[in-house]
């Protein structure tokens, strides 16, 4: 099956700097790489998504790339605020079918004001 | 607010009992995932059900179960607990049946505490 590792699981960063959350998958077929946001005492939520049809996608202060050669993606934030302390996670799956998202372990993300 | 309701918010009980988690998925998903979350473990997939029918298991230990009710609400049952069994169980929704096609709503979560 796949399996999906996340690095760092800890990051500590300043206000303002930029964060980067590394994954790598195993399964080839795997073509659909969300990212989700767990704030403390919340259930994950979902924040940005890509598809193996697309190298790179941003949203405002967020953007996820995607290496399919090297099954590998990364979240990047920028400028980020206190707001922005969270766990992130990363998963990977395929779609269609009965395929279940295989998350990372998380990687705690914190930012000092 | 995702729409996913779980109760209890938490549960503490000791070694041997059982319990039973509840989930209420967003109103229009027929689809419900458990996850279990560990400190050091991340989110372990446990088991799916769609439309009231087990469609995906994970890791699920055979001293845990679940069901999907008509009414689509969904519950855990962790029996003969063991102190590795303290974790944060969440429950998930979505439209579809395939949760590889797009967005998980997940709850707040369960913390469960077995003493």
């Known amino acids: 099956g796949e399996n999906v590792e996340q690095h760092p699981s800890t990051l500590s960063v300043q206000e303002g700097d930029s964060a980067v959350i590394k994954c790598t998958y195993s399964d080839s077929a795997s073509n659909y790489f969300p990212w989700y946001k767990q704030e403390l005492g919340k259930g994950p939520q979902l924040i940005i998504d890509i598809r193996s049809n697309v190298g790179e996608k941003k949203d405002q202060r967020i953007a996820v790339t995607l290496n399919k050669t090297a099954k590998h993606f990364s979240l990047h934030i920028t400028e980020t605020q206190p707001e922005d302390s969270a766990v992130y996670f990363c998963a990977a799956s395929i779609t269609g079918g009965s395929y279940i998202p295989t998350f990372g372990r998380g990687t705690s993300l914190i930012v000092h004001p | 607010d995702s729409g996913v309701t779980q109760t209890p918010k938490h549960l503490i009980t000791a070694t041997g009992q059982r319990v039973t988690l509840r989930c209420s998925p967003r109103?229009?998903?027929?689809?419900v995932y458990w996850y279990q979350q560990s400190l050091d473990q991340g989110l372990q997939f446990l088991i799916q059900?769609?439309?009231?029918?087990?469609?995906a298991k994970g890791n699920i230990l055979e001293r845990f179960s679940a069901q999907q009710f008509p009414d689509l609400h969904s519950e855990l049952n962790l029996s003969s607990l063991e102190l590795g069994d303290s974790a944060l169980y969440f429950c998930?929704?979505?439209?579809?049946?395939?949760?590889?096609?797009?967005?998980?709503?997940f709850g707040e979560g369960s913390r469960l505490t077995v003493l």
């Open positions: 109103s229009g998903d027929l689809s």
């Open positions: 998930a929704s979505s439209v579809e049946w395939t949760g590889g096609a797009g967005e998980l709503f």
């Open positions: 059900y769609y439309n009231g029918e087990e469609r």
